[in-house]
């Protein structure tokens, strides 16, 4: 009979250091916790943000996809920056269509910078060397990548991941006021973000 309640004393011991691989959830748990009280650790669920797309959104990125799939292709970079923040898983599909897209003169690289910077400003992700390199001289034509980011922070404003600072949402309206560019690049990164898994802080 265990002294330890919930405890059974035929479970095998976790790995020492209290760590099952590859979960964190588990982390400094000593060694001799076994049997339930494990299992109830592995059930704890981390909150997560839900993006649901507006009735609107989901119309206009139909539409955008349409449009020789411009939607979806956008969605492909927002989601490869997501992916390596840990936030979202790319389909196979997507992962092609990425790397087509990076072979189309970087094309797709360069739709995920705006993202990624996003992230990083978010505190969800640190942009490489390269990365941010690229992004400062994609800024330098009139401010390019920066005008990318903006509609992207929108988003995550939206999904409760950032707050946007008081030039990003003058630039948005002004953008809007443009023929909706800003909406409507905003568009796919919500439709990213909807797929997406992302923990609340």
């Given at each position: ?9 035929k ?33 704890t ?14 119309f ?5 996809c ?7 292709l ?35 690289y ?6 990624k ?63 909706a ?21």
């Amino acid at each position: 009979m265990s002294d330890t309640p919930g405890v059974d004393p035929k479970a095998e011991p976790l790995p020492v250091g209290g760590t099952a691989p590859g979960d964190d959830r588990l982390r400094g748990v000593p060694a001799s916790v076994t049997g339930e009280t494990v299992q109830a650790a592995m059930s704890t669920e981390v909150p997560l943000l839900r993006v649901r797309l507006k009735a609107t959104e989901q119309f206009w990125y139909v539409l955008q996809c349409i449009y020789f799939a411009s939607g979806y292709l956008a969605k492909v970079s927002h989601k490869k920056a997501l992916s390596e923040a840990g936030l979202a898983e790319m389909t196979g599909a997507e992962k092609f269509w990425y790397v087509l897209g990076c072979i189309a003169l970087g094309a797709a690289y360069f739709g995920k910078l705006p993202t990624k910077k996003a992230l990083s400003e978010a505190g969800r992700v640190r942009m490489t060397g390269g990365e941010k390199a690229w992004y400062v001289v994609w800024c330098i034509p009139f401010g390019a990548a920066y005008f990318l980011k903006v509609p992207v922070k929108r988003a995550f404003e939206e999904a409760g991941l950032v707050e946007m600072r008081g030039a990003e949402q003058f630039w948005y309206i002004l953008q809007c006021i443009a023929f909706a560019g800003g909406y409507f690049h905003k568009i796919p990164v919500k439709k990213a973000l909807s797929e997406s898994t992302i923990p609340a802080k």
